[in-house]
């Protein structure tokens, strides 16, 4: 197991060929031994290229998931080294709960190839069709005060943002607080649900749906005008377990900066990534409606805005006009 893992961290980080001799002396197997994990690699769906005089080099990665493909690889120091991959779940947030209150560790992770019940934010439901799609949930024990949950949200839809924009050429944009758009499009959506005692987080479990490998005729009828998935708007395939990994490796490099560094390095990143952001909208409340041009966010998760003459103000759940062809 572990030195499977490590051979993949080796042909990994190897640019163009490795060779089975620097692969064993590096592993401290037989070259013979190389080769039969080399084998087990290719059933379990790697695609290995193997050159003579030149060695090893990963071509594809497999499209199965399993808890063995998603964790082989996978070089982050606490980010899914707890790692659990179901066929068919209600919905993981669910099963994080459990774990969570099971005294699972922060960064455990729940993986499903399909969920008869994804959970939308305010009880709307998230389609999470088989094998086409990213659902998943990740349990984070930060030291942090309830009031600055929303912040995690904030700084996990930048995670999905830099992971898509490093995986292809697509730009995708965050709306506010944490759709995640490419082409105006949803294709990702984020769920945070904490609980919190004493002014202290407990346990947060941060829900990521991101539609991977659907094609258009795939997308439900009543959302295809807003929703979309990264193969319809790249054009390719993409594989499940490598994006996952490179969500999870993310995630933790930025959420770590996130605790030592506190809250600026994400605004500005989420600000760089913002839908609308230094753009006119039209925003409407119980009372009024106005145009206000959004500046971007603060600490407190709310977005900020300027009107006319010139007055900013903080928005939180005021209806937002996001404009023609825009996403609604
Ligand atoms: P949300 O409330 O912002 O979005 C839900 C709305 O988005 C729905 O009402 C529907 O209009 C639309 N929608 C439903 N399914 C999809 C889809 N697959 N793609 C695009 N739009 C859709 C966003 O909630 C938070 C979603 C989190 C989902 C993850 S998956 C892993 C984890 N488990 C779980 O049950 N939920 C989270």
Known sequence: ESTRKQLIELLEKQEGYISGQQ?????????????????????????????????????????????????????????????????????????VHEMAKQGMPHGTVVVADEQVRGKGRMARNWHSPKGKGIWMSILLRP???????????LMAATVLAKMISEESDLKPQIKWPNDLLVHHKKVSGI???????????????????MNVNQDLSEIQQEISHKASSLKIESGSHWSIPKTI???????????????????????????????KIGEEVTISTMKKTWEATL??????????????????????????????????
């Open 191 to 209: 769920l945070t649900e904490m609980q919190a005692e004493h002014d202290q987080i407990q346990y947060v479990v941060l829900g990521i749906g």
């Open 143 to 153: 030291n942090l005060p309830p009031i600055q949950a929303p912040q995690l949200t």
């Open 245 to 275: 990994q490179s969500i999870l490796r993310q995630f933790e490099i930025t959420y770590d900066q996130y605790v030592k560094e506190g809250f600026q390095q994400v605004k500005k990143e989420w600000e760089r990534y913002g839908y």
């Open 295 to 328: 500046i971007g966010i603060e600490p407190d998760g709310a977005l900020k805005a300027r009107d006319r003459s010139g007055n900013e103000e903080k928005l939180y759940s005021a209806e937002i006009h996001w404009g023609e062809g825009g996403y609604h």
């Open 23 to 95: 692969l064993s002396d590096s592993l401290q197997i037989s070259r013979t031994a190389v080769w039969k994990h080399m084998n087990e690699l290719k059933k379990d769906g790697y695609e290995i290229e193997a050159v003579q005089r030149k060695g090893y080099k990963i071509v594809s990665y497999p499209d199965k998931i399993s808890t063995n493909t998603l964790q082989w690889g996978l070089d982050t120091k606490w980010m899914g080294q707890n790692l659990y991959h179901y066929d068919q779940v209600e919905s993981t947030q669910q099963i």
